[in-house]
């Protein structure tokens, strides 16, 4: 139910706050300059300010020549692993991998089989959600947004917890991995309580399948009928390997490690990082990627022809479609330069599935979009700024393939950072010694107090 309406007295008094507040303006750039801050935690050329260590992945996108930033092929490793050889491994077997990436990810080192087959079993076991906690937490009060039932949700597990605070090594542990289990069932089961009181559809639940791991699961609990091929299920496992970690600098693992370093429980923790990836600047981005390539499908009558193409990226640029914003989502990045391996094994694993679900032709549009935005950037901005296609630009295409609604994306990108943001948190607990405290340099004026009958 929706909060009751509030009076057009508070909403004309809240008006007025906001214009003042709005009066106040931006703090100057200029103030940055002086005081030296690096705004966003980012050097002035683009590379981030060194906040930690970490031993669980590292992001490669360019290295420092000459103190200058050198662009490179993109690299992601998990543990010293790269992800292109850990996906080429599990799928020369023909299996899943993202139950071992998970263990890779938490404990630093490949399971032998019996090791997997003890991890596999134990999140089988841990994936069942608490009894009524669907009926309770989700039913009674569904969500239009599934990002905020899943962060809510975990808060609320807290409370089905034996023991949410001790902090060893094995409690942590032992929460963690039921974190990791039980995500992918909170999200479809918030899918369809969002889907039937919201938009009016029906109700179907469905109970976690035994033997099986997060992408059968999950396609199996998303779906009506439970239905899904082989070939869907190893995609979505592919794309939950290459979601798992990002390095610690990430905001939504950022924020994890910051909100750990203070002691607090794994739930807070996690909500938070749930919150954050939220954001159309980071995991949300998908959803804005998948929408802007919608629109360019249907603005652009030839898709095969690049001029076509590139005239309506330049109005994209010019704030002319769209969402205004002068964005193209899905390209450029943060670290990766010249290319994004996310981006690069997805395109490379999506054809196939492409060719038989008729979708060729889209994939061809989203790789021109890929070709030719740095010409057309450098055309209308005027800046000769390297970069690649980042991996929202073929995430949400796959998932489109798969029949994944929208509402979905982000929180599937959260079922499979989940492993990250636990082994980050881990890491910082029993490694870090210090809360997480930036400074913040005051520039507001100093002003006088003055008697409430004096003021204006």
Known sequence: MLNRPISSQTTDFIHTMSEELQGMGPIPQEKYEKYQVMRGLRHPDGTGVMAGLTRVGSVQGYYMQDGEKTPMEGRLIYRGISVEDLIRGC????????EETCYLLLMGKLPNRQQLTAFQQALEEMRPLPSMFTEDM????????????LAQSVLTLYSYDEDPETMTVENQLRLSMQLIARTTMIVAHAYAAKRCYFDKGSLYLHRAQPGKGAAENFLSAARDDRQYTMEEARLLDLCLILHAEHGGGNNSSFTCRVISSSYTDIFSAIAAAVGALKGPRHGGANI??????DYIAETVPDWKDDDAISACLAGLLRREGYDHSGLIYGMGHAVYTLSDPRAKILKQFSRSLAEKKGMEDRLNLIESVERLTPQVFARVTGKDKVMCANVDLYSGFVYDMLNIPEELYTPLFAAARMVGWCAHRMEEIFSGSKIIRPAYKAIGARQPFVALDDRD
């Open 138 to 149: 989700i039913l009674k009060a569904p969500s239009c947004d599934v990002m905020n039932k």
């Open 91 to 98: 799928t020369s077997e023909n299996r899943f991998g993202f």
């Open 288 to 293: 804005r990627c998948k929408q802007m390539m």
